[in-house]
């Protein structure tokens, strides 16, 4: 009998499905190829040499949850030598005197699903994580914040800056290191109001990006209603990640306005190609 229940013991822990590692065992080079992902092999925690000052510390373990995958592409795989460097100096110096940084990396493919999906698992798995570092996609950085209120842990944000994640009573476990895009905009309008900028379009990039132009809307509508500057609105486009077509569309309209400037609320990466790919269209259409 009790050989009968051992066996039925390693056939159930067989046909168990196997559990996913929380980062990708394969990642991309800045050439497009695909190489093995430096900490798969370490249970996906950043490898460091340990302080021996350090033996009696009491371990803080963190999970560094980002993007491996999904629309803007592998951030955390430019990113992990970066974390390495930074656990290292900790590790080295007399920053948290009595502990021990562990950095637990998780993919949350930039989207909602993925960033709930991270938090989750990177809380009910493994040592227990006293807080999370992520995301840098605003969409993700809300969800990730929604899970973590069943758990009361703490999320710091190196970049997620959509206005809306100020909402202290929304979103009470998040703070961030990068500014709102509220600060950003308000900037940019100023400026505009200082050059005597009266005609303007707006352009967004991905869902994320949307909070921001909504606030530039915002400040141009109160200065409408209020009489107290004479705004334009030429044309309000989006040209999502940044496909050919969608860059097309964009310099049509731009061009029809006649829209000399325009306000970009756009990532880094597509601020980049976006601004090369428009002019590049918009003087092909004049050419022709």
């Known amino acids: 009998m009790v050989w009968l ?6 056939i159930w822990v067989f046909a168990l499905p196997r559990v996913k590692a929380l980062c990708p065992e394969m990642c991309m080079t800045s050439t497009g190829q695909q190489w093995p992902c430096r900490f798969y092999n370490n249970g996906c925690e950043v490898g460091m040499n340990n302080n021996p ?3 009696s510390a009491d371990d803080l373990h963190i999970a560094v949850i980002g993007p491996y ?5 592998d951030i955390m795989t430019s990113a992990e030598p970066l974390l390495a460097i930074a656990a290292q100096e900790i590790e ?8 021990r940084i562990h950095a637990h990396l998780a ?3 930039c989207s909602e699903a993925g960033g709930t999906s991270a938090a ?4 009910i798995r493994g040592p227990k994580k006293h807080a999370i570092l992520g995301d840098c996609c605003s969409q993700s950085c809300a969800a990730i914040n929604d899970a973590m209120q069943l758990f009361n842990v703490l999320q710091i944000s190196p970049g997620c800056d959509s206005p809306s994640l100020s909402d202290r009573e929304r979103f009470p476990y998040f703070t961030r290191m990068s500014p709102s895009d509220r600060y950003k905009v308000i900037a940019i309008y100023e400026v505009m109001k200082m050059l005597n900028v009266q005609r303007v379009s707006t352009i967004s990039g991905p869902i994320y990006t949307e909070g921001a132009k909504a606030f530039f809307h915002e400040l141009i509508k109160r200065d409408l ?3 107290t500057y004479p705004w334009t609105i030429l044309a309000d486009t989006s040209i999502g990640f940044g496909s050919m077509e969608d860059y097309v569309m964009v310099a049509d309209t731009l061009k029809k306005r006649d829209s000399r400037i325009n306000m970009m609320a756009l990532p880094e990466f597509l601020r980049r190609s976006s601004s090369g790919s428009l002019n590049f269209v918009a003087k092909l259409k004049v050419s022709s």
């Not at 080295?92 to 502990?99: A, K």
């Open 5 to 10: 229940m051992s066996a039925l013991v390693w």
């Open 53 to 55: 000052n350090r033996s």
């Open 69 to 73: 995958s999904g629309n803007i592409g």
């Open 92 to 99: 080295d110096s007399d920053i948290l005197p009595g502990y």
């Open 107 to 109: 993919d949350s493919g």
């Open 120 to 123: 989750i698992a990177s809380l």
């Open 225 to 227: 209603e209020n009489g």
